[in-house]
Structure formats: C-alpha cells, structure tokens
C-alpha cells in the first residue's frame, strides 16, 4: 500500500528570488533569510485624497460584512519588507454572482479581492518530488496605471489523489434552526451533502450534529460505505426554533475528538446561514470559543447558505480562527465545486500556517500595494513567530497574491515624491530583494 507522505506542523522554508528582467514564471535562485524589524505604522494616500471611509453602500437586509478599507502604496525605502497570511478563502466570488445573478449590486464589503483571484484555477506547475508547494512568479504592465507594473507571486500546493489522501473523519454540523427554512438554505445543504456521501470511502467516517435552540446528535460516526444510513439521517433534518450556534460546536468537536484519526482528516464541516442568536453567538466570543478548539489538531470547514441574513463577517472570522476555509454555496453547480472537485483542497491540508514575505529593492522599486489580503496582513517578525497562526493550504490548491508596483523614478499620482526617496531613471530591473514562505 502507497504511503501518503503530507506536510503539516512546524516546519519552515525560506526561499530567496533575484529577479533579473523577469516578465514571465520564473524559476530564480534561492537563498535563506530571516528578519525580525517591526513594520511601521505609515502608509501612502492619493493626491489630494483622504484615508478611505466605510463603504456608503447599504443592503436591504441584515446581512453582515466587516469594512475592510484598500491597501495603499508603501515606500518600499521605509518598509522593504510585505508578510501576510496565506489564508485564503473563496465565498466572495459565489455570494457577489449570488447578487449580480440576482440583478442587485453587491455591496462593497462584500468584495475581497484576493478572495475573487483565487477561486480560479491557474495553469502552475506541479511542485517536483516530496516539495509540498512551488512558488511561482511572474511580472507585468498595469493595465490601469501606465508606468506602474504588476508582480504575481503564487503557491502551487502538492496535488495528492483522491484515492491516496488518508482516512476523513468528518462531522457535519448542520444549522437547522428556523433561518434556515427556505429553497436556499436547508434543502440545498441537503443535497450539496449528498454529493459529499456519495464520494466517500469505506474508511471514512461521518457525524452528524444538528443544532437550533439546543444542539444533538442525529448520527453517531458511520463508516463511509453506509451511504443508504447517512442519506437517511440528512434527509430526516428540518428547520424550526432559534439558533444556538455555540452548543452546537462544542458538541461537534467532541464528537470529533472521539473518533479522532491519527495522521487523518479530522474536520468539522459547519453549515449554516451564521446567525447564531442563543448563547455564545457574538463574533468576539464565537472566536474565542474557536480559537480554543482548534489546539485539538481538528479542522473547520465553513459553507454559508442563503440570503437576506447572511452573516458573512462570522463566517470568515470562524474558518480563519479554526484552521480552515469557507466557501459560499449559491447553487448545487457550486457544491459540486467545493464538495467534490476540489476536496482535496477544501477537505485535506497538506500544509499549516503557511505565511509569505517578500523584500522588495527600494533601489529600483519606489512604493508597492499588495491587491487584497487587507484582514491577512501580518507584521514582519510575524513571520519567524511559530506561534502566531496563519493560514493552511489543501492538496492541490493554489494561493495568488498580487502587487501593483511603482518603479523608482516613475512619477504617480498615488505617491508624494518626498525628501529622503532617491529618484532613479534606470528601468527596473530587480524588483525584489526575498521571498520568504513559512510552512
């Protein structure tokens, strides 16, 4: 039998990239390094502009999202250094086609860029041999701001087959309070659960925790090949009372906890709309209460339903604290995506808190702006902190980042030129000093 070799607890990789005329993916020397300076709190605005406000969009509804304001330019001669986490969900993109599809604007909260990047695939290459990811880059013009260039920065996670990831130990945790009573929520839960069931193996085992008013448990842990048993306990759920979403994880978890796999896929899989409003239900408290299970090595995965109440600031807070993604569900096309095709990236991770860091040259790179990732910003000696959480990456699955890039002695609008920043004419030719992963 085929020994599944993933990559997972603290291990650190530190890679080095000179670029040199790099306009395409590129593979570039690599060295080691590591900083521990703080990153400075000053940031660059427009000309004549002010620090950008809280979105003036409002939503008919009691929907809920976190105001996130853009990343602005950076002097690169101040702050050399850019980290962040690469955690990455993807419900941005689903639950903004959800309102597009619907004829209505999205509001703009709603909009994470790097959320919107990343739900596509990209054409990268496989990492070689036991390497766990590949780092990828490549160089552009800005369409939208002449004179400035775009760097692409990805990580192609190790693709492991179906067959050859290790046993799931999955407990669905299923919001069927009365929220949840519509087309939208409960009964396509039902059905995006089916396709799951119906690819499971024999080895693996499922749990079922519902939770309203007060949280159960509606199946015990059942081997995967007992799909006639599962399907039964799914199709028997209905939606009424309120929404104790606390109790519900705590019951979760245990049952994870039990049935714990050594060296397997071990997750809760929430489904719910996210209006928790019965005992532990606040953003802060849910995070704590989060924050707290995720030391037992136990996984979440979070799938938001519906519309009109969608408390997509929770959700994302919940997935980020606990080790794991969230996806929108708008349509069973979209559970198959997430559910299916890419299990290995949304079900199994083959790495933890990976966080990325690049140095640029202040030399011929006079401010930059990373696109997105505003709430994944991590401080510099953040970085070489074991203890400071960041994200995971699943099997198979691809983190793209993006910077919009001033070079040295370009004139912008975006940036003052200001004593102290030396001015160049050369054309760039080295944009970037390091990249740093740490996984």
Same mark, same amino acid.
């Given at each position: 039998m085929k020994?599944t070799?993933?990559? !997972?607890?603290? +291990?650190?990789?530190?890679?080095?990239?000179i670029?040199?005329?790099?306009?395409?993916?590129?593979?570039?020397?690599?060295?080691g390094?590591?900083?521990?300076?703080?990153?400075?709190e000053?940031r660059?605005?427009?000309? /004549?502009?002010n620090?950008?406000?809280? !979105?003036?969009?409002?939503v008919?509804?009691?929907?809920?999202?976190?105001?996130i304001?853009?990343?602005?330019?950076?002097?690169?001669?101040e702050?050399?250094?850019?980290t962040?986490?690469?955690?990455?969900?993807?419900?941005?993109?689903?639950?903004?086609?959800?309102?597009?599809?619907?004829?209505?604007?999205?509001?703009?909260?709603? *909009?994470?860029?790097?959320?919107?990047?990343n739900?596509?695939h990209?054409?990268?290459? @496989?990492p070689k041999?036991?390497? $766990?990811v590949?780092?990828?880059?490549e160089?552009?013009?800005?369409?939208?701001n002449?004179?400035?260039?775009?760097?692409?920065?990805?990580? @192609?996670?190790?693709?492991?087959?179906?067959e050859?990831?290790?046993?799931?130990?999955? *407990?669905?945790?299923?919001d069927?309070?009365?929220?949840?009573?519509?087309p939208?929520?409960?009964?396509?839960?039902?059905?995006?659960?089916?396709?799951l069931?119906?690819?499971?193996?024999?080895?693996?085992?499922?749990?079922?925790?519902?939770y309203?008013?007060?949280?159960?448990?509606?199946?015990?842990a059942?081997?995967?090949?007992?799909?006639?048993?599962?399907?039964?306990a799914?199709?028997?759920?209905?939606a009424?009372g309120?929404?104790?979403g606390?109790?519900?994880?705590?019951?979760?978890?245990?049952?994870?906890?039990a049935?714990?796999?050594?060296?397997?896929?071990n997750?809760?899989?929430?489904a719910?709309?996210g209006?928790?409003?019965?005992?532990?239900?606040?953003?802060?408290?849910?995070?704590?209460?989060i924050?707290?299970?995720?030391?037992?090595?136990i996984?979440?995965?979070?799938?938001?339903?519906?519309r009109?109440?969608?408390?997509?600031?929770?959700?994302?807070?919940?997935a980020?604290?606990? /080790?794991g /993604?969230?996806?929108?569900i708008?349509n069973?096309?979209?559970?198959?995506?997430?559910? +299916?095709?890419?299990?290995g990236g949304?079900?199994?991770?083959?790495?933890?808190? *990976?966080?990325?860091?690049?140095?640029?040259?202040?030399?011929? *790179?006079?401010?930059?702006?990373?696109?997105?990732?505003?709430?994944?910003?991590?401080?510099?000696?953040?970085?070489?902190?074991?203890?400071?959480?960041?994200?995971?990456?699943?099997?198979?699955?691809t983190?793209?980042?993006?910077y919009?890039?001033? $070079?040295?002695g370009?004139?912008?609008?975006?940036?003052?030129?200001?004593?102290?920043?030396?001015?160049?004419?050369?054309?760039?030719?080295e944009?970037?000093d390091?990249i740093?992963?740490?996984?």
């Amino acid at each position: 039998m085929k020994k599944t070799i993933y990559f !997972s607890g603290a +291990i650190l990789i530190l890679l080095v990239f000179i670029f040199e005329n790099c306009g395409s993916r590129s593979s570039c020397p690599a060295y080691g390094y590591a900083g521990s300076e703080r990153i400075t709190e000053r940031r660059l605005y427009p000309w /004549n502009s002010n620090k950008p406000s809280k !979105s003036a969009d409002m939503v008919s509804s009691s929907e809920s999202y976190d105001s996130i304001p853009e990343n602005n330019f950076i002097f690169s001669e101040e702050e050399p250094v850019s980290t962040f986490s690469a955690d990455v969900d993807r419900a941005s993109y689903s639950n903004i086609r959800r309102f597009l599809t619907s004829g209505q604007k999205p509001p703009s909260d709603a *909009v994470r860029i790097e959320e919107m990047i990343n739900y596509f695939h990209y054409d990268y290459e @496989q990492p070689k041999e036991n390497d $766990p990811v590949k780092i990828v880059t490549e160089l552009a013009e800005c369409p939208w701001n002449e004179g400035n260039q775009l760097l692409l920065v990805a990580l @192609q996670g190790k693709n492991i087959s179906y067959e050859n990831l290790p046993a799931s130990n999955l *407990v669905f945790l299923v919001d069927v309070s009365g929220s949840m009573n519509s087309p939208d929520r409960l009964p396509l839960l039902k059905s995006s659960f089916e396709l799951l069931v119906n690819n499971l193996r024999a080895k693996d085992k499922i749990s079922i925790v519902v939770y309203a008013g007060a949280a159960g448990l509606v199946l015990p842990a059942t081997n995967g090949n007992e799909k006639t048993k599962i399907m039964e306990a799914i199709n028997n759920l209905s939606a009424g009372g309120s929404t104790a979403g606390g109790a519900g994880i705590n019951l979760a978890y245990s049952v994870a906890q039990a049935n714990f796999i050594a060296g397997g896929n071990n997750r809760v899989i929430l489904a719910t709309d996210g209006d928790f409003n019965v005992g532990v239900s606040s953003d802060s408290a849910m995070e704590t209460l989060i924050v707290d299970k995720r030391k037992s090595n136990i996984f979440l995965t979070c799938l938001g339903f519906g519309r009109g109440n969608l408390k997509d600031s929770k959700m994302e807070k919940l997935a980020d604290k606990g /080790n794991g /993604n969230y996806s929108y569900i708008d349509n069973i096309n979209e559970a198959k995506k997430v559910l +299916i095709t890419e299990f290995g990236g949304t079900m199994y991770a083959i790495a933890k808190d *990976v966080k990325i860091q690049i140095q640029f040259n202040s030399e011929n *790179v006079k401010a930059y702006r990373l696109i997105g990732y505003e709430n994944r910003m991590l401080r510099k000696e953040d970085f070489t902190d074991d203890k400071k959480d960041a994200g995971e990456m699943g099997s198979g699955h691809t983190v793209t980042a993006i910077y919009e890039i001033i $070079p040295a002695g370009i004139q912008s609008v975006y940036i003052k030129d200001e004593q102290g920043i030396k001015k160049r004419n050369q054309d760039p030719l080295e944009k970037i000093d390091r990249i740093n992963m740490g996984v």
